[in-house]
């Protein structure tokens, strides 16, 4: 039996083996870098008054931004408006947002009949659901 000799690679082959070799590595370190950086945390919701407040036909417009600093994506956001004057709710506004992802905003206005200067506002988010 005699052995058959394999016939030597060209250059071609070489060239094209180590740009899919390169390629393979790049790929599995990107996925090995995502994996171990990967933030498993829960959503971190914040909501802070954006602009000044508007008026517009006796309408008074709050600005609002929601941000999600957290690492899961948020569904259903709800932030809730509460104006205060002379210590007294005198109305309330509420907002949903349904889909905040991680490092994502969202912004929106709430709209009161009453001059939110002329009191406190306070803004938070309610509540929120894991999709």
């Known amino acids: 039996m005699t ?3 394999q016939p030597k690679r060209s250059m071609a ?8 070799s390169l390629i393979l590595a790049i790929i599995i370190s990107l996925v090995g870098y995502t994996w171990l950086n990967e933030k498993n945390q829960p959503p971190m919701l914040s909501v802070t ?12 417009y709050v600005p609002f931004e929601v941000v999600n600093n957290g690492g899961d994506t948020a569904a259903s956001v709800q932030i809730m408006a509460e104006l205060l004057i002379n210590g007294k709710v005198t109305e309330t506004g509420e907002q949903q947002i349904d889909f905040l992802s991680s490092g994502e905003s969202e912004e929106g206005a709430f709209i009161f009949s009453q001059n939110p200067r002329q009191g406190k506002l306070n803004l938070r988010v309610a509540s929120y659901k894991l999709p």
Do not use: H, L
């Open 49 to 60: 008054k954006k602009q000044t407040i508007r008026e517009i036909d006796g309408q008074f």
């Open 3 to 5: 052995k058959t000799e």
């Open 13 to 20: 082959e070489w060239v094209t083996f180590s740009v899919a």
